[in-house]
């Protein structure tokens, strides 16, 4: 027996350097996929993410940063499911999570995407507590109370002006919301985020696009005061000029303004003499205002031009001389 244990320890040995050796491995390789994930994540590829994050997983099962990354590459594709199980495994095995940012703030915005809405408000508020002058955290919250939860205009307003202060570079966001809800042909809040966005940018299309954003809402005499302001904004862009004017010109007609209407359209034509809108503008004016000469001349204009509409009003014309 005595002469078997020098062999025993040996071999003891070699099992323990080989479990070591395999441990490594592992480490290694859970490390080179968490570390391929993350440059997938910062890319966008999110689908080579969670690939990546789930073979890293492989090696190290229990490691709760590769799972809180997989979770919120599940979030970005709007898996909120799979999110929110990969998210609690993450906090399940790590319990510093609740002092990490981006768990937060995952968690706030999975919850909002199954419809938890009070839960992710208490995820976003606490992203806050931890980090205070965080503006995607008060942008995150701010979107939640006026899109998805409450809808408290008033809140949401305090917390979006916050987040303006805190990153004047978040304007790009409030400009992404206003054109979402235009598209959705929500006016009054698209007006709201540009009512703000304002207050915060000088560039002559931010205005343009707030006064457009009044003329769909029919607050034409708001519109076209924005639409003057823009124009005094304007440097050196004829293009953006016409569209002011032309949009000043839409404005009086519908406000039954026919005359301050036909000067705006004729300005509009002075810079861009084919504009056929602005042409038909003020052809359609004059017909209001029963100049019939004007608006045959005008309307002459426009069907030289090419425009049918313009031909069919001259057709009306002569079939009423005609009878």
Request: hydrophobic residues 40%.
């Amino acid at each position: 027996m005595k002469n078997l244990r020098p062999i025993t320890l040996l071999f003891l040995l070699m099992t323990m350097v080989v479990a070591l050796s395999a441990q490594e491995r592992n480490e290694k390789a859970s490390l080179d996929f968490f570390q391929q994930g993350m440059r997938a994540y910062g890319n966008g590829q999110y689908d080579f993410a969670i690939a990546s994050f789930e073979k890293a997983l492989t090696h190290d099962k229990d490691n709760g940063l590769t799972y809180l990354y997989l979770g919120l590459s599940e979030l970005k594709l709007k898996n909120y499911t799979d999110a929110l199980n990969m998210l609690s495994k993450a906090s399940n095995l790590d319990k510093t999570m609740t002092k990490n940012i981006d768990f937060l703030l995952g968690m706030g915005e999975t919850n909002a995407g199954l419809g938890n809405y009070d839960l992710a408000e208490k995820y976003f508020r606490q992203g806050i507590a931890l980090e205070s002058t965080n503006s995607e955290a008060y942008y995150k919250l701010g979107k939640l109370v006026y899109m998805e939860g409450r809808n408290d205009t008033a809140s949401a307003n305090l917390i979006f002006d916050t987040c303006m202060a805190l990153d004047p570079k978040m304007l790009n966001r409030f400009i992404n919301m206003a054109e979402s809800y235009s598209r959705l042909g929500d006016h009054s809040k698209a007006i709201d985020q540009y009512i703000r966005i304002m207050r915060y940018a000088n560039e002559p299309i931010t205005f343009y696009n707030a006064a457009t954003q009044y003329f769909k809402d029919k607050q034409y005499e708001n519109a076209a005061r924005l639409y003057q302001h823009t124009l005094e904004l304007i440097k050196d862009n004829p293009d953006l000029r016409v569209r002011c004017y032309a949009a000043i010109g839409n404005c009086q007609s519908k406000l039954s303004n026919y005359n301050s209407a036909i000067s705006a359209y004729k300005e509009a034509v002075s810079i861009d003499p084919n504009n056929v809108n602005a042409i038909l503008g003020v052809a359609h004016c004059y017909h209001q205002l029963n100049n019939r000469e004007e608006a045959m001349k005008w309307f002459q204009r426009a069907a030289d031009l090419g425009n049918p509409d313009a031909q069919n009003w001259l057709n009306f014309y002569v079939e009423e001389d005609n009878p």
